[in-house]
């Protein structure tokens, strides 16, 4: 599908999310909408609690809104976004345990039913993250940051269209937070991939194109930098 603006990878009119909680209705997004579209990069922003996570499992189709319509146009039906169209890294890693580095990044291929085994895409995207030498270790000989690196790999193994990340650089320092995303845009660069990355790191947040700020599930006024 295209717009007066181009393609559009996902279309959000009205959305929101409510829960029940102590037999109350909790509204965790409040009705919004807003478009994405290839190659933006967005960071979303916003204290804990404001809807963040609530946002990004939305649209990743991990979740259904309760009211308004949500449509992936040009990524097509709903069942099939994950994982070649949409990768998702989760605030934790969740890498599988009794798998390598290489075995990890590798399993979206073969969950999407891949033409081979996937070894050589997933060493050549751990090379391109700085994660080479973390190829043949077990999730439990690796630290924190680095299996959130190595998540992010995986993530990215199938070049997905649109990549959603829920605090990716939380457990890295400063620097490696940054290197992380210098590799992280450096990969995208070559691909007309979109990214949305809910961060609480200003530093990070300031080297998008786009800053969508939640509080309290309200998506207020788009700030837009450069």
């Known amino acids: 599908m295209r717009d007066a603006f181009g393609?559009?990878?996902?279309?959000?009119?009205?959305?929101?999310?409510s829960f029940r909680r102590d037999h109350?209705?909790?509204a965790a997004l409040a009705p919004i909408s807003f478009t994405i579209r290839p190659r933006d990069r967005i960071a979303v922003v916003g204290p804990s609690g404001s809807g963040k996570t609530t946002l990004l499992h939305l649209i990743a189709a991990l979740d259904e809104p309760t009211s308004g319509s949500l449509a992936w146009?040009?990524?097509g039906p709903r069942d099939r976004?994950?994982?070649?169209?949409?990768g998702v890294v989760f605030q934790s890693a969740s890498l599988m345990p009794a798998l390598t580095s290489a075995e990890?990044?590798?399993?979206?291929?073969?969950?999407?039913?891949?033409s081979d085994d996937g070894t050589v895409a997933a060493l050549r995207m751990l090379a391109a993250l700085g994660l080479a030498g973390l190829a043949d270790r077990l999730p439990e000989e690796l630290s924190g940051g680095q299996a959130q690196r190595v998540a992010m790999a995986r993530a990215?193994?199938?070049?997905?269209?649109?990549?959603?990340?829920?605090?990716?650089t939380g457990q890295l320092d400063h620097d490696n937070a940054a290197l992380l995303l210098d590799h992280l845009l450096a990969f995208l660069e070559a691909s007309d991939a979109a990214l949305v990355l809910a961060t609480h790191d200003p530093a990070i947040a300031a080297r998008m194109d786009q800053v969508w700020r939640l509080d309290h599930g309200q998506l207020l006024p788009t700030a837009r930098e450069g």
Do not use: C, K
Not at 7 to 17: F, G, K, P, T, Y
Not at 104 to 114: T, W, Y
Not at 156 to 168: G, I, K, N, S
């Open 24 to 26: 109350a209705e909790f």
């Open 104 to 114: 990890n990044v590798a399993l979206p291929i073969l969950l999407g039913e891949g």
């Open 156 to 168: 990215m193994v199938t070049a997905p269209r649109l990549l959603l990340a829920d605090e990716p």
């Open 7 to 17: 393609d559009v990878l996902v279309e959000a009119r009205q959305i929101s999310r």
């Open 81 to 86: 976004l994950r994982p070649r169209q949409i």
């Open 73 to 75: 146009p040009d990524l």
